[in-house]
């Protein structure tokens, strides 16, 4: 039964990428987007490939095209939007991930900023700074070095040569689930978080979801946030653990 299950959530998964790709064939702003970037002209670029998102068309290279043509037009925000976009549907694309990383250092505001106990924060260092991808490719290594240490123990014949086997096995077993922990991780935040981005210049943070509310906080572009719910035309979102409030969706973008 869970087999069948298998074979029918990964029948779906490509009829869905099937799908995408002959959406994607179908508009006709993604060869001329193409054109335009390749001549620099990346205005235009972005005007012909929104044409295709505007048509519905979901697609990781579009939303990373997008974010890059953004980018070099200098629009900070709306290239950390679509890269985080591009990001949300191939987690594991080294590329995507790159490049929101670079492009999430030119921002003025940083998360977590406030002081933070320094084990956790090299813990978190380390957590980001392998990329899924790399994860999946380490973990995948760990469990067949592991299986080959557990058959060649059975032909050591020494009890010293079975002890430093059962070590190894030990040792890469506490890197494997480590390793398979923070990629559990990484994919449940990438499923389950609401991420949003500042896109505007700025974006004041106020105290509740109207015009006439107090302003509490001032966002810079491409500030990324995250976001707990939508009221009307704003927002409620939290950045790290002192920013918290409302702002106009106006002003941002939300990765869905």
Known sequence: MKLNRIFLTIAAALLLMATASVATEKCDGIDAGTKAYNENDFERA???????????????????????????????????????????????????????????????DKEGDEEENPILQGLMSLHHAISLKGQMNIALVLFWAIALVIIARRFVKSERGKNICTGVVF??????????????????????DITGVVTASSADVTSAPSDKSQTLNTLSEGTSFEVIGEQGNFAEIRLGEKIRGFVK????????
């Not at 040792?171 to 389950?192: D, P």
């Open 46 to 108: 972005i005007d012909e490939w929104r044409t295709c998102v505007d048509e519905g068309i979901v697609n990781a290279d579009l939303y990373y095209n997008l974010g890059n043509a953004y980018y070099r037009s200098g629009k900070l925000g709306f290239a950390i939007f679509y890269y985080k976009s591009a990001l949300r549907l191939h987690p594991s694309d080294d590329d995507i991930q790159h490049n929101l990383n670079y492009a999430q250092t030119k921002t003025k």
């Open 171 to 192: 040792a890469m077993s506490i890197v494997l689930c480590t390793i398979g922990a923070s990629a559990i991780y990484k994919m449940f935040v990438l499923e389950t």
């Open 249 to 256: 969706l106006s002003e941002v973008g939300i990765v869905k």
